[in-house]
């Protein structure tokens, strides 16, 4: 980092007041207070219900060991995955009698029915409105022509691609792995001085609430250091670390790959080059040593997790909100403490000792690594999402073998997604409708994934010889309606097309 001079200083200190006073002119006539507690009030409900309905089913009346085993290894460890299985697949997986089946739903279904899970289901009109205005965040796709389209990945959803082999779905899913790790704001990427104002969040918000006259779109350069300024549209804050989680299931992504499209996108500064070089769209490279850590600080924020198997794949997401709140232990990958509230780590604070120092309760077995809460994660990436439930429940006889497992693996993944607040993209494979007319390419998964992805976009490869062109196609959105825009794969992983 380049340390500041004392005038860079004065000069922040002076456009900061400056800034306070835009806030306080444009400021709504809303009790800033209030706003947050009934914003929070929604996400404490969300979580209230996902606790209760997630609770084990260890506790559960008429579950013996041999019962819980079988339902663990079908995918069933809470009450909300029993209830989605209907008696039918419970008396086929459970090898047990339909009356047996019926009563183990009734269980299940009267420990949801009381009162604070029914109270904790419903939000007012204002707390909903007041949660999405404060909570809600958008995150840019890295191009221009495509934000404009989907108005930018939402939080708290799960956006799809879906396309055929080679249609480019890591391409943006590698893009994305590196948006949310830029600022939010718009502001110089070498000194970090905001263009134009602070305090906001979400650049979508930003650009639509303020007063247009206010921005000098135009500056291309910052006026304290002369560096380049960014365009806003990150998950982060000017030179935080954000963490992005990806769940690579087809061996695809590729850190070298990564590197090379912050290099091409001049996220750090790089070498100059000559004009043949830039004729031959030659890649970019860094412009030192400094500058070298810094890119390869984007390909060391992301957490990879790549199960060889779809049970993997599902023991992962079903602890994805340890893993986003970055709780887990970067060693042993324990949680911080259990689900039941004791420690895992000796330097847990919760940790009781006596007055020697020694640990109290003695039938604690306590990791000694140096436990570190991380920063939590702002993106989930997951690609494939269904393709090892493909390969893996191949033929149409295990259709609804596999068509279960997916719809407990979505609901886990939407849980964590809405409760931590996070933007999620997966990828999704696509395959030929039998005996539809035209463009007949459809997502795999079917309904019982589809309706929980909130946002659907179709990547659709050319028919010609212009293999890097691609359609992106909005399909299904509530913000936005059904549009398409042309682009390319390229050095920077996604671009505007050359013509
Ligand atoms: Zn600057
Ligand atoms: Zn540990």
Redesign the pocket.
Known sequence: MVPRTKKVKEAEASVALDHDKTMHTNIETINPATTIDSANAVTDKMEAVIEETTQGLEDMEGIGPVRLKKLYANGIYTVDDLLSHGEESLVRMLDISYADATKMTQTANESLMTDSVFSNLIVSGKEYYDYRKKKIEYMTTGLKEFDEITGGYETGVITEYFGAFGSGKTQFMMVAAIMAQMPKNRC?L????DYPFKNTRGWKRELDNIDKNLIDLGVKT?N????RIWSGGGMSEYGKKCRVIYIDTENSYRPERLFEIVCNRELIKTKEQSKTEIKQNAPKEPLNDEEYEKAMEFVYNIDISRPRTSALQMLVVSNLSSMISGDLCKKCHKREITKEGIPTHSDNPLVKRDKDGKVKDETLILEEHNFKKDTPAKLVIVDSFTGKFRKEFEGRGTLSDRQTKLSTHVKLLEGAIESKNVICLVTNQAQEALGVMGDNIRPVGGNVIGHTFTTRIYLKKPQSMSKDKITAILVDSPNKAKNEVAMELGPKGIQETSG
Do not use: S
């Open positions: 110089c070498d000194c970090g001085e910052c304290l250091c002369g560096g």
